[in-house]
């Protein structure tokens, strides 16, 4: 799923999908706009045209969502968004949990108007009630765990400790690639040790040691396949390996690679030593989209020139000086408390040490 929420008219619109189907992948766009209210933008007749000619009666390989946020505001206006999207029969993804920006407010008014339906998905939800957990549960909602970001900006402690006790299904995303990884074999390790850090540092709250992890290797495998599968309503075309689902793989293979062997547990050679320069094939839909490491049909130059191309543009409309200042941002002050036990060369530590 592509969380495009910076679409700001349809003809954003048009070449963010122009940019997917250039990809030989399957993708939902999630359509959203930051720049204006959900109750807007969903309900003007190029929002309804667009998702007609692009999405209606594609298939499997382009679906289609509609992102936005619910910060609680009185009225609750983003009722009509959510009506749009029961109109069309497309599904809803929220940023939610996010510290300070949605909370329990957005939930109650999800709840309450009864648009938390099965499959729909809430991103991060780091920092819920447990009665919004609940709700979420109850309803057959989705979370998507984006453990980089969560750690890096602040939406809250990467989850999945939490959400395992409301049994809420998990799936795994990486958010702002631009900045972290965007990798999925990063995103299996960094949630794994996320949720163990935080069952260690239960545990020592309570003068307990962990010796038996709860989250396993291939928990975080299938929160990463099956999981991202079942979270898009995919399951039953892609997400694992069984007869009757679409040829969707990806195998991983490095004979040159000093971790590759021996490969004692699969799930934990995956999740802890594997990366994407391990990737040997993909097929996506049967078809063989990479092979021996290297992308098939994909012009990769052409993509590397189009990036160059934008972050000139970009450099040049910020200025040297401007760009420099966002690509290294000051360092905010940390206060350090005082340690009583600093070690001292005056008078009153000479008299402890003669003393002793």
């Not at 799936?171 to 260690?200: C, P, Y």
């Not at 694992?240 to 021996?262: H, M, Q, T, W």
């Not at 990737?279 to 049909?297: A, E, I, M, P, Y």
């Amino acid at each position: 799923m592509d969380w495009s929420h910076g679409l700001r008219t349809t003809d954003h619109a048009e070449a963010a999908v122009d940019a997917l189907e250039e990809v030989p992948g399957r993708f939902v766009l999630a359509y959203g706009n930051i720049f204006q209210g959900a109750w807007e933008w969903t309900t003007t007749p190029e929002f309804r045209d667009f998702y007609t000619r692009r999405f209606d009666g594609k298939g499997d390989m382009l679906k289609f969502q509609i992102a936005f946020d619910l910060p609680g505001i009185e009225g609750f206006p983003e009722k009509a968004a959510f009506e749009v999207a029961r109109d069309l029969g497309v599904g809803v993804t929220t940023h939610a949990g996010v510290w300070k920006v949605t909370g329990d407010a957005g939930i109650n008014q999800m709840y309450d108007n009864g648009f938390m339906t099965p499959g729909t998905m809430y991103v991060h939800a780091a920092t819920l009630s447990p009665d919004s957990y609940h709700k979420i549960a109850a309803t057959g909602g989705f979370a998507s765990v984006s453990t980089e970001s969560e750690c890096n900006a602040g939406q809250g402690y990467s989850p999945t400790w939490r959400l395992r006790k409301y049994g809420i299904p998990v799936s795994l995303s990486q958010d702002t690639s631009v900045w972290w990884s965007g990798d999925i074999f990063s995103a299996m390790r960094a949630t794994l040790n996320a949720d163990r850090a935080k069952e260690h540092d239960e545990a020592h709250e309570k003068d307990e040691t962990v010796t038996n992890h709860i989250l396993r290797a291939e928990d975080v495998v299938d929160y990463g396949t099956r999981g991202g599968a079942k979270a898009l309503g995919l399951d039953s075309v892609t997400g694992s390996i069984e007869v009757g689902k679409k040829a969707d793989l990806v195998l991983v293979r490095n004979d040159n690679s000093p971790v590759s062997f021996p490969v004692l547990h699969p799930y934990g050679h995956v999740v802890y030593q594997a990366n994407r320069g391990d990737v040997h094939t993909v097929l996506v839909n049967g078809k063989v989209v990479k092979f021996d490491h290297k992308l098939v049909g994909v012009d990769l130059a052409k993509a590397k020139a189009s990036i160059e191309s934008t972050i000139e543009y970009l450099k040049a409309e910020h200025g040297q000086e401007e760009w420099g200042k966002g690509m290294h941002p000051e360092i905010p002050e940390h206060e350090t408390l005082n340690n009583p036990y600093t070690y001292r060369t005056d008078a009153g530590a000479s008299a402890w040490k003669e003393s002793e």
